[in-house]
């Protein structure tokens, strides 16, 4: 969804084309035969009048409701690590870091980072093949720490991989706490207040609990259908008006939470082309309390 958004919308927030080369060809052949074969004779016929697979792929995933808030979480959760390595922070932490591709798209800002990859060994060993498959080269500054948050102490995972933690971090945990139980979330976060210094800080995205009761809406239950049927099922949420206080018990502040109006605001407001975050899940940013 960042590829095609850096590729087609004519002003676009991410610059981030690296999708169209990480994702395999195989991958989105798979993906594009997976929507043909989900849609109605009707919507099936319009999708095979267009130009090419990869046409069909812009013109769904585009139109899919998660667009939005795919690319708007991405530019936010930059625009605060440039603010973080403004005040001096020089470690970056990318948890579950999946295919984001900061890695080999630093800004000029970002040499003096050490930045952190966590992942589950798997999904880090794809993206190491598809990086290289690619022809990327890795940064020097970067540092892979394959592990299993279930398993290990983020602490410990971190100090394996070099992490100084007396200096200043930023964390970035994009689109997965709503995939983990409420207890594995917590311990993640938990696990950021203890393992780096005061004042560092997480950025994550949550969905309001309240709308993960699928009865309250059919359309919420459509959107749950397509993670659930490919075995990642969404788990929990958090509730925004108990937020701060969640996040205190494990030792981290609030210091801000946007809701998909917010966002869409922040970001979108002299758009014209309708780009929106939704309106079910949240940015927020928190910072590690003195011990």
């Known amino acids: ?48 009048a267009l130009p090419s697979p990869q046409h069909v792929l812009d013109v769904v995933l585009r139109r899919h409701p998660t667009y939005g808030g795919v690319v708007l979480r991405s530019r936010w959760a930059e625009d605060a690590l440039t603010a973080a390595v403004g005040r001096g922070v020089g470690q970056y ?112 995205t949550y969905v309001d609990e309240r709308a993960l009761d699928a009865g309250r809406s059919d359309a919420m239950a459509r959107l749950r259908e397509g993670p659930a049927s490919l075995g990642e099922p969404w788990l929990s949420g958090f509730d925004p008006r108990t937020l701060a206080g969640t996040l205190r018990a494990v030792g981290l502040e609030l210091i801000e939470d946007l809701d998909g109006a917010a966002l869409t605001a922040r970001y979108c407001a002299d758009r014209a082309d309708g780009l929106s975050a939704g309106t079910v899940g949240h940015v927020a940013r928190a910072r590690v309390l003195p011990r």
């Open 1 to 48: 969804m960042r590829a095609i958004h850096a590729r087609r919308d004519p002003t676009p927030l991410v610059d981030d084309r690296w999708g169209d080369r990480l994702v395999s060809e195989a991958e989105k052949a798979a993906l594009h035969d997976r929507i043909v074969a989900r849609v109605d004779p009707a919507t099936r016929a319009r999708l095979a």
């Open 93 to 204: 932490v990318l948890l579950g870091a999946g295919f984001d591709s900061f890695i080999v798209r630093q800004p000029g800002f970002a040499a003096a980072l050490t930045i952190f990859e966590v992942d589950l060994p798997a999904s880090q060993a794809m993206k190491r093949e598809r990086l290289a498959a690619s022809g990327a080269a890795v940064p020097a500054n970067v540092r892979f720490v394959a592990a299993d948050l279930g398993r290990e102490a983020l602490a410990d995972v971190l100090d394996r991989g070099g992490f100084e933690r007396t200096r200043p971090a930023f964390f970035s945990w994009l689109g997965v706490t709503i995939y983990l139980p409420r207890e594995a979330n917590l311990a993640t976060l938990g696990g950021v207040a203890r393992a780096s210094a005061a004042g560092s800080e997480i950025a994550f």
